[in-house]
């Protein structure tokens, strides 16, 4: 299938995942309640975040404040600092402008998707994971262990969603424990 394909179908893939948020509430075990959207953007919520310090780093570095301060929306499976490890400060500089946009683009799907939004869907599919285009074209796959969200890579990289959400004007800011990159 053709990329043109591809991206065509991402937001449909959206669609269908957020379509599927009613059913989130006996998924998550809890009141399943999203947070209340915040006024911010994207690239505000990950710099008012301390554990994303390192993040907010690449996303400078890789000149995409304004993408993530624009109209979206977007997912951002955010590293934390602890996860980002030295890959951050090694992504500094002009030099390195180029591989810190490869690695947000691989950690952002188009859409707004919630927790709710991606256990809905993964209940829907009988727990065999749901997968979704990320902004370089690379696949994403959401699966259940116990009662925590997986994230994998096509490369096989992992990483799991972790501390809270951030549902924000243009989008939603996801925390992850791991890179969804291999580092090569």
């Known amino acids: 299938m053709s990329n043109q394909r591809l991206w065509a179908l991402a ?20 009141d399943g ?3 209340a959207p915040s006024s911010k953007t994207l690239a505000a919520a990950i710099g008012d975040e301390g554990d994303l310090d390192t993040l907010e780093g690449v996303v400078k570095n890789a000149g995409l404040s304004d993408v993530l301060e ?4 977007y997912t951002v499976f955010a590293p934390a600092n602890a996860a980002l490890g030295t890959a951050g400060a ?3 500089g002009e030099a390195m402008k180029a591989q810190s946009a490869a690695l947000l683009r691989a950690h952002i799907v ?11 869907a993964i209940e829907r599919s009988g727990g065999g994971g749901v997968q979704i285009r990320t902004m370089s074209d ?4 959401f699966s259940k262990d116990g009662d925590a969200v997986v994230v994998t890579a096509a490369d096989g990289a ?25 580092a090569g």
Do not use: F
């Not at 690379?138 to 796959?141: C, D, E, K, S, V």
């Open 33 to 35: 309640a999203t947070p």
């Open 70 to 73: 624009g109209k979206g929306p």
């Open 158 to 182: 992992t990483a799991r969603l972790t501390g809270e959400e951030k549902v924000v004007s243009n989008g939603v800011v996801q925390p992850v424990d791991g890179v969804l990159v291999k």
């Open 110 to 120: 188009p859409g707004a998707l919630t927790r709710a939004d991606i256990m809905a």
């Open 90 to 92: 090694d992504l500094a």
């Open 11 to 30: 937001p449909l893939m959206v669609l269908s995942l957020a379509a599927c948020g009613g059913e989130a509430d006996k998924a998550e075990g809890g």
């Open 138 to 141: 690379g696949l994403l796959t």
